[in-house]
């Protein structure tokens, strides 16, 4: 009976120790508030002196100290460990549970845990998705062997851990790649004598990209527009993006010559980003839009529509995209612009669907772009080719009308 009634006290404990560490209230924090939380948990349950979480960096070759509890130096001296050295290292690259008896015999990469006075480690690996994330371990001033029991409480830390480090830091992500991208759009466009001029941006169900636009003027008078696609999603497009856009701009100071602007953009981005990728195009439109010179580095054609007449590509054939140009020549082509005549810059999300092709896609924008008013144009595009669904990807478009004479 009592070896019952000890076993029935331990499924008891083994479910209140599971409860602390899944209840409802995480679900309400961020990821620095969980951590901590779910570390002073661990703590109390396993009845430890420290509990620490080292989280994986980017270039996945470091673990770095994102929450601790009893040796909090960790995170406030930003202390790393190599994936593969020391005992967390040695965690992370076997993926496996690793216990430690007695820590100062046994050569730790980090000095802390020999200068706090730790004897006894055990850590997990943090792994969501067969990815490893990090490392979870625990540590006691004296000598402790921990049981079996210990290893699958705190495998199971590790676990939840996992899973709402890679919730929580996706919804971050996500939502610091919204904010970096829509800043760095015109919040209002400028006002362009002769010049009317609408713009949309709609982020798509995957993670947000890299897509932009940009309207400036010029010391000469002349007014640049821009419309881009930087290759990939998250954070990493969108700061991309942002360079892209910053460097570009300075090159437009520097030359008049879109196709020339693109080639150092091009030059800049393989030389200090060699694995960025991006379609650009980019106008300089002369004062009151009766011409533009225009240059196409691997983006979609603008549509252009013309007043009586029905709207077609602009013919600029694209050159390579930015990224990939080696020294390939890039080529301007000049555009006339009739009073009332319409120009829409657009991005691949507008108009690419897995269930038809692409030129499918263009010629439906062909069939609703007139020269009309750019905002109701916009309207008009949006509704008939993005309707109620939202976009898989990224949407940006930009309309721009010469003003009717």
Known sequence: MENSADTARGAVRKLENIRAITDEAFAYMDVDEFLDTLLERVREILDVDTAVV???????RFLVAAAA????????????????????????????????PDVPSAGVFNPLLVQR??????????TGGGALIGVLHVGTLTARRFTADDTEFLRLAASRA????????SRAERAGAMELQRSLVPAVLPGIPGAELSARYRPGKADVGGDWYDVFTLPS???????????????????????????????????????????????????????????????????GLARLRLSSAGH????????GEPACTV????????????EVPRRTVTVELPPGAVLCFYTDGLVE???????????????????????????????ALIGRERAADDVAILVVRRVPG
């Not at 009893?70 to 690259?93: D, S, Y």
């Not at 054939?317 to 990939?324: A, E, N, T, Y």
């Not at 038809?356 to 750019?374: F, K």
């Open 353 to 383: 669907r897995r269930d038809s092709s692409l030129n499918t896609g263009i010629d439906r924008l062909c069939d609703v772009v007139y020269a009309g008013p750019p905002e109701d144009v916009g309207a008009a595009v949006m509704a």
């Open 315 to 326: 013919d600029a054939k694209p050159d390579v995209l930015i990224g990939m140009g080696d």
């Open 300 to 307: 979609l054609p603008p549509v252009i529509a013309v007043p």
């Open 162 to 169: 996992a899973m709402a480090v890679q919730s929580l830091q």
């Open 69 to 100: 509890k009893g040796i909090e130096e960790e995170v406030t001296q930003a202390a790393h460990v190599p994936v593969g050295q020391g005992f967390a290292g040695r965690v992370a690259a076997e993926r496996r549970p690793v216990y430690i």
């Open 117 to 126: 006075g730790l004897r006894s480690l055990l850590g997990v690996p943090l």
């Open 221 to 287: 008078g002349e007014v640049g527009i821009v419309m881009g696609d930087v290759a990939g999603h998250g954070i990493a497009a969108a700061v991309v993006m942002g360079r892209m856009r910053s460097t570009l701009r300075a090159y437009a100071l520097e030359t008049d010559d879109p196709a020339e602007v693109l080639r150092r953009l091009d030059r800049k981005m393989q030389h200090f980003e060699p694995d960025a990728t991006a379609t650009v195009v980019y106008a300089v439109c002369e004062p």
């Open 54 to 60: 080292l989280l994986l960096d980017r270039q996945r």
